[in-house]
């Protein structure tokens, strides 16, 4: 075998395992350690880097959000948490309930290590709500063998619309691993979808040697699981598959639908974390109930360079039916790029993305994003920009709001020739290598352009989200980039040229772009959200009344700025 054709894969899938903290890794000389001083103050840390619209509790580490649901007026989220210091480890299942999926109250942890199923762990998993609006969660508990089990927990009064006491039956664990399952790779049940048959059903994600497999379970009473004989889906070379989710979307129309909907007109989506990469991939398509099996479409790779929700800092997603507002939302865990000692020393570690609500796009190919509308009662000073043409090399400041926390909303429109654009290299697969190739300091022809978020003044440190157009035969490819190499000038960050494809017709000659930038966090939606991006990055020279916002331009051909509106945002009261 010539290893030299595989070295740059074995290289890149090294720098993965280093500059990615995976969610069970335990640091354990970190655990349960007070916050120490470094070279930045605790309180610099908190007020810069800290969130200020985005869901964090007020310190320690988070991981996967779980069980999301709306419940008696109420939407619920639960999380991994560990109470005792800001790196995984400890972990229970926090509980935060909100009336707008903004504003946010903590309650007690919903469920912990107390058990035999679940002594060594509490692990991620769904809410199913059962009829007689009876909600019921299941998750992922680690046995005394370590053995990875699937158990259920009910309220203990569901008259209670905060569901703050849940109860662990003793008749646990309901899934038990048989000896054709890998029992250390069996984890993170999804929301349980109820067929014409009677039957309740499930996936659990796991693995046989590389194979990503969603074992498929069935019950009649929702205690008593039988595995059926063949997966709903299974994958070669992907690995481990955590934190599936599987659920209908309309063909039409942004509606969503519950997970048990069995109507006509609908397509379906399978989403897969892969453990190995800490990235996730989704496809669309048919779910034949009668022989439960799910049969992607051939419209995008099933595999690790399929498509994604999130080209960047965004894992163990997990979505809902929203049935107050007839919506599917979706929630993503942004880990630190930061390292686990600059954690421990702010005390905290872990944020939820802001909740997006998702549907297909028409053309029944991928699916489309964007933040839910509450988001936008928290926003306050506002700046309008409107027909500014951006010649080459130009950039303008943004001013007149909070740069380090904004909501930033920008259409452009695109020269009415696009000849001059650069041609495209069909070699060019992953759209990451060709962010890292290009960046913004390769003049192309039309583009790179879009906005300088989270800079200093002297553009020392900037997070820059933006476009390049290129030419193929068949039509032009779009390049989404969110660029963190420049974000910050202090070494030992993860900072990565996070890059999409974006799948977008330029008749009209115009190409939108949305960044919600939090201090820490840059969430950016390309072309209505058919391509989103979230970047964490720490810059050294920004402060809390020191952040600068910047349109640019470095492309040969002019680009204008159609409209612009961004906004201050608002705190929220979040735990």
Not at 162 to 171: M, T
Not at 422 to 440: H, M, S, T, Y
Request: glycine residues 6%.
């Amino acid at each position: 075998m010539d290893m030299a054709k595989f070295l740059p894969v074995l290289l890149f899938l090294f720098s993965l395992c280093v500059a990615v903290q995976a969610s069970h890794k335990v640091y354990t000389e970190f655990q349960s350690l007070h916050s120490e001083k470094t070279s930045q103050s605790i309180e610099t840390l908190n007020l810069i880097q800290r969130t200020g619209y985005h869901f964090q509790p007020p310190k320690n580490w988070i991981n996967d959000p779980n069980g999301p649901m709306y419940y008696n007026g109420l939407y619920h989220l639960f999380y991994q948490y560990n109470p005792k210091g800001a790196v995984w480890g400890n972990i229970v299942w926090a509980h935060s309930v909100s009336k707008d999926l903004i504003n946010w109250e903590p309650l007690e942890p919903a469920i912990y290590p107390t058990d035999h199923f679940d002594i060594n762990g509490c692990w991620s998993g769904s809410a199913t709500i059962l009829p007689g609006n009876k909600p019921v969660i299941l998750y992922t508990g680690i046995d005394p063998e370590n053995r990875q089990v699937q158990n259920y927990a009910i309220p203990k009064n569901y008259s209670d619309p905060y569901l703050r006491e849940w109860v662990k039956p003793k008749d646990n664990p309901i899934v038990d691993p048989d000896r054709s399952v890998n029992a250390s790779a069996f984890r993170d049940p999804t929301t349980a979808w109820y067929g014409k048959d009677g039957l309740w059903r499930i996936v659990v994600g796991s693995k046989r040697n590389h194979r990503g497999i969603a074992y498929l379970y069935r019950s009649r009473d929702f205690v008593h699981w039988v595995k059926a004989k063949r997966p709903l889906h299974s994958k070669d070379k992907t690995g481990m598959w955590e934190c599936p989710d599987f659920f209908p979307v309309p063909l039409n129309g942004k509606n969503g639908v519950d997970t048990s909907f069995d109507g006509p007109d609908i397509k379906y989506v399978l989403k897969v974390s892969i453990d190995l990469t800490r990235y996730e991939y989704y496809t669309v398509g048919q779910y034949h109930q009668g022989i439960d099996r799910y049969v992607p479409d051939n419209t995008s790779v099933d595999g690790w360079s399929g498509l994604r929700y999130d080209y960047g800092n965004f894992y163990a997603s997990k979505t809902f039916f929203d049935v107050d507002k007839n919506r599917r939302i979706l929630w993503g865990w942004a880990n630190e790029s930061d390292t686990a000692k600059h954690d421990v020393a702010k005390g905290w570690a872990g944020i939820q993305t802001i909740p997006r609500e998702l549907w297909l796009d028409s053309s029944g190919k991928q699916l489309i994003q964007w933040p839910i509308e509450e988001l936008e009662t928290l926003r306050g000073d506002k700046i309008q920009i409107k027909n500014h043409k951006l010649k080459m090399g130009e950039q303008i400041e943004i001013k007149g709001i909070t740069a380090i926390q904004a909501d930033v909303d920008v259409t452009f429109l695109l020269p009415s020739s696009l000849d001059s654009a650069e041609q495209f290299d069909p070699r060019w697969v992953n759209a990451q290598d060709v962010c890292a190739l290009k960046g913004i300091k390769v003049e192309g022809g039309v583009g790179p352009f879009g906005l300088f978020t989270l800079a200093s003044e002297n553009l020392k440190e900037y997070t820059p989200v933006f476009f390049r157009i290129f030419k193929a035969p068949q039509k032009h490819v779009v390049l989404m980039c969110s660029d963190a190499r420049s974000s910050s000038v202090r070494s030992g960050l993860y900072k990565p040229s996070f890059a999409g494809f974006v799948d977008v017709d330029l008749t009209d000659r115009k190409l939108s772009l949305r960044s919600l930038i939090d201090h820490s966090v840059v969430e950016s939606f390309g072309a209505g959200g058919k391509t989103c991006i979230t970047s964490r990055v720490y810059p050294t020279f920004t402060s809390l009344n020191d952040a600068h916002l910047f349109a640019f331009n470095y492309g040969k051909e002019s680009i204008t700025i159609e409209s612009l509106n961004a906004w201050s945002m608002k705190r929220p009261q979040i735990n």
